[in-house]
């Protein structure tokens, strides 16, 4: 009887436990590693959540990739022809506003218009070239840099009288794909996870009674920096030299190109930034590590107080660290940080 | 006092010998079992597909079939390499041996994903 009883209360406490863990699902989708985590939920519920997610991340993957048949490339082969591209969708429409919105407020640093020279540099292929480009060829589509401001886009229609126009928008899907991820865990009702769209993150919710928990890469170690909690609908975005690149003669080439040099930016290991849950907070999230990025030194402190970023971190050539000080307080450190090679903001 | 001093005098070689023995044998093997694994055990992903998860506390090599071809992952008694991989770049074996929890190593091209997994972890996510 007693031993009854017994089994029962297991049960019980099995039961308990099985409903307040997580439940992850991965995919390789945008050539990266996708993550879903959620917290809370039956197995069903966050598995349907998770796929409909999946599905909207190999929709947009379609839609705005770069180099393969897309609409994206569409636009791209009429600006290329100096032809009209008509369309009825507002979504693009929507997303190249944004991105000319984008390149003003970054004072450029952000220019989804140079796909050529990214294309150059060879980043337009799942598996990139160890070549580096003639310096004739990059100093010459340098030379007629384009940009966001001269796509002309009326009712139904768009133009561009700057046939060196080539979008590209791998800066900005994985962003938009989290805030659309996050449309979508709304709309069925999922309150706690976390999106992971290839190292961006945005939080849903806590992970039962605490945040969610977020490790920082180090740009040239294998292990995480530090660990920041993220408080319910913040995200946290990278920019760095360590995932895409390509090494010749001991110089790095990384995929984040410089629009002022033509060349790829030598300025900083990483550069990450946290935001609070604003209107297109993952997209931020994404472009907004680009321009603390690539800017010059002297530069980087100006643009992030001008863009609002309140918490910040960038790892610089040298290795040594520069911070916000909202982001120091924020931090956890996972390795021992001497005070010399710290800056705080 | 007197009685430690009669215990030692009493002490022969062959006596001396089974302690030394005995010392330099328990230090050697809590050094090598105790310490280890510091991860628990490898986890290997290729793509959404979960390989599996294996004991960091054995020496064998794995061989994983990717979208580019084979990538061979060995694991040595608590580190974990990459030592063949289809890619050109071959980043995934240059970053070597990796023996820590969360440490990990990507190789994009094939959509091999290796880490190693501890009972706890420091965060939900990475951030990269």
Redesign the interface.
Known sequence: MHFNKLIVLLVFFLTGCGQNE?IQ????IF???V?V?IYGETSDKATNAIELVFNEFRRLHEYLHPWEKSIVQEINQSIKNQEIYTTEDTEIISIINHNKELELKTYGYFNPAIGNLVEAWGFHA??FS?NRPNSIVIDNLQRNLPHMSEIIIQRGYLRSNNNNIKLDLGGYAKGYALDQAKKILDENNINNA?I?I????LALGK?GDRN??????HPRK???IG??SLSPGWS???S?D??RY?IVDNQRYSHLIDPNTGYPATNAQSA?VLLPPIEFSGTLSDVYSKPLFIAPENLKYSIAKELGIDFYMIIMTDGKISISNDMLNLIKW?EEIDEKNITVH | MKKILQFISKIQIGDLFTIIIFIVLTTYLSSILWNFPQGEYLKIDMGKQEIGSFSLNQNVTKVIEGPVGKTEVIIDSGKVRISKSPCTKKYCIHQGWINQINQSIVCVPNQIYISIIGNQTDYDSLNY
Do not use: A, M, R
Not at chain 1, 25 to 28: E, H, I, P, R, S
Not at chain 1, 212 to 217: A, K, L, P, R, S
């Open positions: 997580t699902k991965k995919d390789y050539g990266t590693i993550e985590t799942e598996e160890t976390l992971n290839g190292g961006n993150i992970h969610w928990v977020v490790g920082i890469q294998p292990n995480s660990s920041i946290i975005g990278t760095g360590y995932q390509f990450t996972h």
